[in-house]
């Protein structure tokens, strides 16, 4: 595991992320669904947001709910924004930069656990 200096700590990591893109004209209805149909690849991680490969596009202002497991921590599930996407290599998979939207604070205390941060708020 290789540790990036960034804005924030950064961990270059590979592990499975679900996650639900939510749609303005159907919400209510999505947030009540429980459900993450998609399946993405995390590529690194930080306390702020990630980085990951999906098989399917998603563009710059989607937002979505997503879930993964912290390493040694459990399951963590936040909502979230993509602030940039761009297709690797053109036709393949779309490569994003997701920015976590205040999540809740049990699970924003496991990433800030992982990243070995004080867990004060």
Same mark, same amino acid.
């Given at each position: 595991m290789y540790l990036e200096k !960034? +804005?924030?700590?950064r961990v270059l990591l590979s592990l499975p992320v679900q996650f639900k893109i939510y749609h303005l004209e159907c919400l209510l209805d999505e947030v009540k669904e429980d %459900?993450?149909? %998609? +399946?993405?690849q995390i590529q690194d991680l930080s306390v702020g *947001?990630?980085? #990951?490969l999906s098989a399917i596009r998603l563009n710059e202002g989607d937002v979505m709910e997503l879930e993964m497991e912290i390493p040694g +921590? *459990?399951?963590? !599930?936040? #909502?979230? +924004?993509v602030v940039w996407s761009h297709e690797v290599p053109p036709g393949g998979s779309w490569q994003c930069g997701i920015h976590f939207i205040p999540v809740y604070e049990k699970d924003l205390t496991h990433l800030k656990e992982f990243f070995g941060m004080d867990s004060g708020f």
């Open positions: !960034r +804005k924030e700590n %459900h993450l149909e %998609h +399946k993405a *947001g990630l980085q #990951v +921590k *459990g399951n963590a !599930r936040s #909502v979230a +924004k």
